[in-house]
């Protein structure tokens, strides 16, 4: 994975054409961004294909994820019928990986990430399809999305590879994963876990309560003392900070901001502002 990803949630709503959309992944991965994250329910596959139909040869400069598991109405045989549920059976599984193979108009996927915990996993029958992704070549790595660190654990008790990630929400407004144990166990077994949201999905740009209008004040403050930096920018040096070395996501379509996520990677916090932001958010000071 590149040190920072780009997020496709909210592809569908850029209003790209597939030039425009290739347009901007090659400016992206020129700064350093290459890992495109994808999942079926996003709607964003076939976009991202015919745009990189019209240039296959970026293919092998990108590492492609994307995700499975979930079931929505309005998905075809895809989708429920009547129950949005989770499926992370054989059957679908595949399904799912063929699917998104064809949109995406490439013939394997670097990473394969199980979107949400299926409370009916059964982890042997998982471990046998992964397997058999893998061999024919159609998945090279596996990992998880939104689970618990148990629930991890359970999952790659059963597999010979190691899970290479788990994808889960974090930002200086959502610090759950600093102490349920998820970002503990991804240090302790090297699977350095991907944030998504990790501007509060945009609140920390127009902030609507005391908390928030704390932590931006406190990161505008982190970004004073860094020649002015941006706040885009101080979020993913203090995400980045983090010595589970995670891989953020951007989860936007304007390449300047791209551009100022980058420059957060030459950012290096002190520990007095990285807990500046934190007690911002977290309303008190550390005991």
């Not at 992944?25 to 139909?53: I, K, N, P, W």
């Not at 670097?110 to 070549?137: N, Q």
């Not at 102490?179 to 991804?186: K, M, P």
């Not at 077994?189 to 998504?196: E, K, L």
Request: charged residues 20%.
């Amino acid at each position: 994975l590149s040190p920072l990803v780009l997020g496709f949630w909210r592809a569908k709503h850029w209003g790209y054409s597939s030039s425009e959309l290739l347009s901007f992944v090659e400016q992206a991965a020129d700064l350093g961004v290459t890992t495109m994250d994808h999942a079926m329910v996003y709607r964003s596959e076939a976009l991202f294909g015919e745009a990189l139909a019209a240039k296959p040869s970026l293919r092998h400069s990108l590492s492609i994820v994307s995700k499975c598991g979930i079931r929505p109405q309005g998905f075809g045989e895809l989708g429920a019928s009547e129950v949005n549920h989770y499926d992370f059976s054989a059957a679908y599984t595949r399904q799912s990986v063929e699917a998104s193979l064809k949109d995406l108009k490439t013939d394997y996927l670097d990473l394969l990430l199980l979107h949400r915990p299926d409370f009916l996993m059964d982890v042997h029958e998982i471990a046998d399809t992964f397997s058999r992704l893998k061999a024919e070549g159609k998945v090279k790595h596996f990992g998880v999305s939104n689970f618990t660190p148990s629930q991890f654990a359970l999952l790659q008790s059963s597999l010979t590879e190691p899970l290479l990630t788990n994808q889960v929400e974090c930002s200086p407004l959502h610090l759950d994963p600093l102490t349920n144990g998820v970002l503990d166990q991804a240090q302790q077994v090297g699977a350095s876990p991907m944030f998504w949201s990790c501007l509060g999905g945009g609140r920390l740009f127009k902030p609507t309560n005391q908390r928030e209008k704390a932590v931006v004040e406190a990161l505008l403050l982190v970004a004073s003392e860094h020649n002015g930096a941006s706040l885009e920018a101080i979020v993913y040096a203090w995400l980045r900070a983090l010595p589970c070395q995670p891989h953020p996501i951007l989860g936007t379509g304007n390449i300047e901001r791209v551009k100022a996520a980058v420059k957060g990677l030459d950012i290096t916090l002190s520990r007095e502002q990285w807990y500046r932001v934190w007690e911002a958010s977290n309303g008190a000071p550390v005991p």
